[in-house]
């Protein structure tokens, strides 16, 4: 018979473990999601850029649509702009048939201009500031964690979720689906 103290371990152990394989089970699940229709609103939204007219999302309209949300301070979000980069160049070059990419940074204007400077990005990126995250509530991110990334298809309909890091290979295996 265990002594109430090492019951009350065990317990707390086993609760722990308990949560930690749900988290870990949450943030690496790439379900595809069930196609979903948009916020009402979505399309009318617009960001600020690092330079020029702002960013309006109804310019996007009518092509299959890659949107990652990020920040600079998030190292996940830091370590897959290179292969967004790739997908965003690949499909860049397939023409009005390819899938456009877009970058929503959860961050201030300063530090993502600096980032910049110093790690390129290829793609479109607007500035959705901490508000941003009420644009990835709406489109699935229940958690509010980073990175998020949404694809969204030719008929506006969401097709894919990912909350954490994505990969190049993943990001064509979605697109080859939609």
């Not at 090492?6 to 749900?22: I, K, P, Q």
């Not at 979505?42 to 009518?62: E, I």
């Not at 997908?87 to 390819?98: F, V």
Request: contains cysteine; glycine residues 12%.
């Amino acid at each position: 018979m265990l002594s109430p103290d090492a019951t009350r371990r065990s317990l707390l152990t086993l609760g722990a473990l308990a949560g930690l394989g749900g988290g870990l089970w949450w943030a690496s699940r790439s379900a595809e999601a069930a196609a979903s229709d948009l916020p009402k609103d979505f399309w009318t939204q617009q960001f600020d850029t690092l330079s020029g007219p702002p960013l309006v999302l109804s310019a996007f309209k009518g092509r299959p649509l890659l949107i990652n949300f990020w920040a600079t301070w998030c190292p996940p979000c830091v370590k897959e702009i290179p292969e967004i980069n790739e997908l965003h160049e690949a499909q860049k070059a397939l023409g009005a048939k390819g899938c456009q990419v877009l970058g929503l940074a959860i961050d201030g204007p300063t530090p993502v201009r600096e980032f910049v400077a110093k790690t390129p990005v290829k793609y479109p990126l607007g500035l959705a500031g901490f508000g941003g995250t009420e644009l990835a509530k709406a489109l699935g991110n229940t958690s509010g964690g980073l990175p998020f990334t949404v694809l969204i298809d030719a008929k506006g309909r969401v097709r894919q979720r990912k909350m954490g890091a994505t990969t190049l290979k993943e990001m064509q295996g979605w697109l080859k689906k939609t």
